[in-house]
């Protein structure tokens, strides 16, 4: 059962433009959403995160959006610069007690072009 | 640079053999996270320790076993392999995991290659 799904395993957008990535969630108790970016052969990249009690956070060229009746959040990149071509993964934390863990999307791939 | 070392970076074993993957976590983190990322998937979480305690378990086989050690570097291993464990496996460590949680830094992971 995914609880956290991206239905778009790949984006290409002209570098300048904006970039918005989508991702839904199932499980209502979630409590905190994250986007991580991750290239080849290497870890993922913490990018900017959102508690469920609010429905916007900008950090420089990123803004995530938080639409809790519809369980949705979407990544906003603006202007996308072909350094951001990468693969960003959704991911979102419910708190059980004294344990949180991270469940995240299957991700999508942004390309951006010249 | 996170701050999380993973080793070793890859892995080549045969089938039914058993790989130890060490974790040492970003300093002053207490959580310790192991994921698995096999082909074109996603990060399948597998496991949480707290300050040397599992907090959380999600699809982990049990074939897989994970402890975190007083110095809160963590070990995760894998036994009886088979050819379909052959996967990315990272680990991520955070501050702690009550109240607002804090972001996992993640390591570069160890790419596992089983024949």
Not at chain 1, 5 to 19: F, M, Y
Not at chain 1, 56 to 72: I, Q, Y
Not at chain 1, 99 to 105: I, Y
Request: glycine share 8%; hydrophobic share 35%.
């Amino acid at each position: 059962d995914q609880q956290v799904k991206q239905n778009s395993p790949s984006l290409s957008v002209q570098e300048g433009r904006i970039s918005i990535l989508n991702c839904d969630y199932t499980n209502s108790m979630f409590d905190y959403f994250l986007w991580y970016k991750k290239y080849p052969a290497e870890g993922p990249t913490f990018l900017i995160s959102i508690s469920s009690i609010k429905d916007k956070n900008e950090d420089g060229r990123f803004t995530v959006f938080l639409n809790k009746s519809a369980k949705h959040l979407s990544l906003h990149i603006v202007p996308s610069q072909p350094g951001d071509s990468a693969v960003y993964f959704c991911a979102a934390s419910e708190h059980t007690g004294t344990a949180s863990k991270l469940t995240f999307g299957t991700g999508t791939r942004l390309q951006v072009t010249l | 640079d996170s701050g999380v070392t993973q080793t070793p970076k890859h892995l080549i074993t045969a089938t039914g053999q058993r790989v130890t993957l060490r974790c040492s976590p970003r300093s002053g983190d207490l959580s310790v996270y192991w994921y698995q990322q096999s082909l074109d998937q996603g990060l399948q979480f597998l496991i949480q320790y707290y300050n040397g305690e599992e907090r959380a378990k999600g699809n982990i086989l049990e074939r897989f076993s994970a402890q975190q050690f007083p110095d809160l570097h963590s070990e995760l291993n894998l036994s009886s392999l088979e050819l379909g464990d052959s996967a990315l496996y990272f680990c991520a460590s955070s501050l702690g995991p009550t109240g607002v949680v804090a972001e996992a830094f993640f390591g570069q992971g160890t790419r596992l290659t089983v024949v």
